[in-house]
T-cell receptor, first 117, second 115 residues
Framework: AQSVSQHNHHVILSEAASLELGCNYSYGGTVNLFWYVQYPGQHLQLLLKYFSGDPLVKGIKGFEAEFIKSKFSFNLRKPSVQWSDTAEYFCAVSPPVFSGGYNKLIFGAGTRLAVHP | NAGVTQTPKFQVLKTGQSMTLQCAQDMNHEYMSWYRQDPGMGLRLIHYSVGAGITDQGEVPNGYNVSRSTTEDFPLRLLSAAPSQTSVYFC??????????????FGEGSWLTVV
């Protein structure tokens, strides 16, 4: 089945450590890619998105992600995490038009990040 | 501008009861959708709509009904609640105008417990 996979369910880091969260998808064709963050007790917020162009996407709060088409990946990175980055992170994919396109947003299972001071 | 508004925020149901989760948006968005969020499973698409009068099934539609009689409202109905429907439900909307750059707006969530 076509899907979105996030490799790590739980990540624990110390402040100032670098972060990389993996995301792979299995859809062929043109997809749109997103990373969302959910802080404790809050709803989803968009971190960044990729539609076309430069595969290195800059988002809010110092996050960035790189789209590697040949690897079907869209990994999220941050050079130096802060305690306030503690949250759950979701990768999401809009499948190609022939699979429902942007009308569907398929999420990965999420990665819980805990940052210790 | 309220964005996407969901009600109720919290609800406890008994097995077999019915209820409707309300979702309204004031941004004149054509596209609306419902997701459920469960631990370790991320958000899964239940139903979505591309405009008034048009709905379609997502990944996990069983046990849920939707309708879209107006652009603004997209209610989610549970006809006979089951404990497996205990979850957090999110409504989302976006504009149809163009794809690139469009943002999906999420409601604040509805916590549903079925006992």
């Amino acid at each position: 089945a076509q899907s979105v996979s996030q490799h790590n369910h739980h990540v624990i880091l110390s402040e100032a450590a670098s972060l990389e969260l993996g995301c792979n998808y299995s859809y062929g064709g043109t997809v749109n890619l997103f990373w969302y963050v959910q802080y404790p007790g809050q709803h989803l917020q968009l971190l960044l998105k990729y539609f076309s162009g430069d595969p290195l996407v800059k988002g809010i709060k110092g996050f960035e992600a790189e789209f590697i088409k040949s690897k079907f990946s869209f990994n999220l990175r941050k050079p130096s995490v802060q305690w306030s980055d503690t949250a759950e992170y979701f990768c999401a994919v809009s499948p190609p038009v022939f699979s429902g396109g942007y009308n569907k947003l398929i999420f990965g299972a999420g990665t819980r990040l805990a940052v210790h001071p | 501008n309220a964005g996407v508004t969901q009600t109720p925020k919290f609800q406890v149901l008994k097995t077999g009861q019915s209820m409707t989760l309300q979702c309204a948006q004031d941004m004149n968005h054509e596209y609306m959708s419902w997701y459920r969020q469960d631990p370790g499973m991320g958000l899964r698409l239940i139903h979505y709509s591309v405009g008034a009068g048009i709905t379609d099934q997502g990944e996990v539609p069983n046990g849920y009904n939707v309708s879209r009689s107006t652009t603004e409202d997209f209610p989610l109905r549970l006809l006979s609640a089951a404990p497996s429907q205990t979850s957090v439900y999110f409504c989302a909307s976006r504009s149809r105008q163009g794809v690139s750059g469009n943002t999906i707006y999420f409601g604040e969530g509805s916590w549903l417990t079925v006992v």
